[in-house]
């Protein structure tokens, strides 16, 4: 099996699984009770959250415990647009967002939020000159993602980030689902009030995520109920899966030194590979601007779900969009916004790397793709 989707999913850690099932099996409890299986619980919820936020260079107080990206995006720009409305309605993001993002700016819309969606160029980025002329005395909030999830395009954050510490009442929102372990940002040196991240992008499990909230921010919670989370997620902890989470983020971290250049040099051979085949457009680069685990192509005039289920008869494993997206037959909604048309749109494939990925499965793929690509042009013909 040679598996390419590691920005839809990656495989957990077979660690990461012992960890849960011992904490799951030793640790029962219920965090909030005030017995001795809840205190136990309760200590492995407080070494998990101390890990975490030592590892992402924040104060445990500041991490708040998740589902996942989706849930994480949400509170942050929920949180902050409902609960701050009186200073102003006005949002910024960009049109490039995740649909967890896009779409709950869609709904803030409604509500009767003004949104300034930011354009991108070719290559997938915002502009900070654009961002200086949408921002108003009545904006509350900038969100963006830092890492495309589907073309890896890396956001100008440190600019950004330094733009907005001259606007103190604005709150800087970002997405590093698709960043954290991969492409590094500080929080607090980048000005950043709230990021997100899912543990399940880095060897953790499904459903577990977290919120970095800097101290002082309030927010309007999503979930009410209880007092858990600083009273901004109501409900009993996940405690096997943050132990989970923290025991994944700590692994992926350790490896990510020697991992990124080996990102590097996967991406590298993929591209120089694909640039040779017939009928394949690149639609994402590499280097500055880019992340190293990410390659998006086009094969126009081929149907992306032939293509995949093509590879997926001989065990190799890639996707569309974003795997939310991916089951919609519409074109690549990003791709379209970067101006790249709808042929490109409509036949994009995705890969995407991990730390786990090996050479020859690069190289594999690339053989098969110059098999398949001549073949399934020819039967679109």
Same mark, same amino acid.
């Not at 991108?120 to 904006?139: C, F, W």
């Not at 997100?196 to 499904?206: C, E, W």
């Given at each position: 099996?040679?598996?390419?989707?590691?920005?839809?999913?990656?495989?957990?850690?077979?660690?990461?699984? $012992?960890?849960?099932?011992? +904490?799951?099996?030793?640790?029962?409890?219920?965090?909030?009770?005030?017995?001795?299986?809840?205190?136990?619980?309760?200590?492995?919820?407080?070494?998990?959250?101390?890990?975490?936020?030592?590892?992402?260079? &924040?104060? /445990?107080?500041?991490?708040?415990?998740?589902?996942?990206?989706?849930?994480?995006?949400?509170?942050?720009?929920?949180?902050?647009?409902?609960?701050?409305?009186?200073?102003?309605?006005?949002?910024?993001?960009?049109?490039?967002?995740? /649909?967890?993002?896009?779409?709950?700016?869609?709904?803030?819309?409604?509500?009767?939020?003004?949104?300034?969606?930011? !354009? &991108?160029?070719?290559?997938?980025? +915002?502009?900070?000159?654009?961002?200086?002329?949408?921002?108003?005395?009545?904006?509350?909030?900038?969100?963006?993602?830092?890492?495309?999830?589907?073309?890896?395009?890396?956001?100008?954050?440190? $600019?950004?980030?330094?733009?907005?510490?001259?606007? !103190?009442?604005?709150?800087?929102?970002?997405?590093?689902?698709?960043?954290?372990?991969?492409?590094?940002?500080?929080?607090?040196?980048?000005?950043?009030?709230?990021?997100?991240?899912?543990?399940?992008?880095?060897?953790?499990?499904?459903?577990? %995520?977290?919120?970095?909230?800097? $101290?002082?921010?309030?927010?309007? !919670?999503?979930?009410?109920?209880?007092?858990?989370?600083?009273?901004?997620?109501?409900?009993?902890?996940?405690?096997?899966?943050?132990?989970?989470?923290?025991?994944?983020?700590?692994?992926?971290?350790?490896?990510?030194?020697?991992?990124?250049?080996?990102?590097? =040099?996967?991406? =590298?051979?993929?591209?120089?590979?694909?640039?040779?085949?017939? %009928?394949?457009?690149?639609?994402?680069?590499?280097?500055?601007?880019? /992340?190293?685990?990410?390659?998006?192509?086009?094969?126009?005039?081929?149907?992306?779900?032939?293509?995949?289920?093509?590879?997926?008869?001989?065990?190799?494993?890639?996707?569309?969009?974003?795997?939310?997206?991916?089951?919609?037959?519409? !074109?690549?909604?990003?791709?379209?916004?970067?101006?790249?048309?709808?042929?490109?749109?409509?036949?994009?494939?995705?890969?995407?790397?991990?730390?786990?990925?090996?050479?020859?499965?690069?190289?594999?793929?690339?053989?098969?793709?110059?098999? $398949?690509?001549?073949?399934?042009?020819?039967?679109?013909?």
């Amino acid at each position: 099996m040679i598996y390419l989707d590691n920005s839809a999913t990656t495989k957990p850690y077979k660690e990461v699984l $012992e960890t849960y099932l011992t +904490v799951s099996e030793q640790y029962f409890g219920n965090p909030s009770s005030l017995h001795t299986l809840g205190l136990e619980a309760e200590k492995v919820l407080t070494r998990s959250r101390e890990l975490i936020a030592k590892l992402l260079g &924040v104060k /445990a107080k500041e991490v708040i415990f998740t589902s996942g990206g989706t849930e994480g995006n949400n509170l942050a720009i929920k949180g902050v647009s409902l609960e701050h409305q009186s200073r102003g309605k006005h949002i910024i993001t960009s049109v490039i967002e995740h /649909a967890s993002t896009y779409e709950t700016f869609a709904e803030l819309e409604n509500k009767g939020f003004d949104v300034t969606y930011l !354009p &991108v160029n070719q290559t997938g980025h +915002v502009s900070l000159d654009d961002l200086k002329q949408a921002i108003r005395s009545d904006t509350i909030l900038v969100s963006l993602i830092h890492v495309n999830n589907e073309t890896g395009a890396v956001q100008p954050i440190q $600019e950004i980030g330094e733009f907005l510490k001259d606007y !103190p009442k604005v709150f800087f929102h970002v997405d590093h689902v698709q960043g954290v372990t991969k492409v590094p940002v500080h929080f607090k040196k980048n000005n950043i009030d709230l990021c997100t991240i899912s543990g399940h992008k880095f060897h953790g499990l499904k459903g577990t %995520g977290a919120l970095y909230v800097r $101290e002082g921010i309030t927010l309007s !919670p999503m979930l009410h109920g209880g007092v858990q989370e600083a009273r901004l997620r109501a409900g009993t902890e996940n405690v096997p899966g943050i132990a989970a989470l923290a025991k994944a983020l700590r692994m992926t971290i350790e490896k990510a030194e020697e991992g990124k250049l080996n990102l590097m =040099q996967l991406q =590298q051979k993929a591209i120089a590979g694909l640039k040779e085949i017939n %009928g394949i457009v690149l639609n994402s680069g590499s280097g500055d601007g880019h /992340a190293p685990h990410i390659v998006n192509f086009s094969i126009p005039g081929a149907k992306p779900e032939v293509v995949i289920q093509a590879l997926s008869h001989q065990q190799i494993y890639v996707s569309t969009k974003s795997a939310c997206s991916s089951k919609l037959s519409s !074109p690549s909604r990003i791709l379209l916004e970067m101006g790249l048309g709808q042929k490109r749109a409509e036949s994009a494939i995705r890969i995407s790397f991990s730390y786990e990925t090996q050479d020859q499965e690069v190289e594999a793929f690339i053989q098969v793709m110059k098999k $398949e690509v001549p073949k399934l042009l020819q039967v679109m013909r």
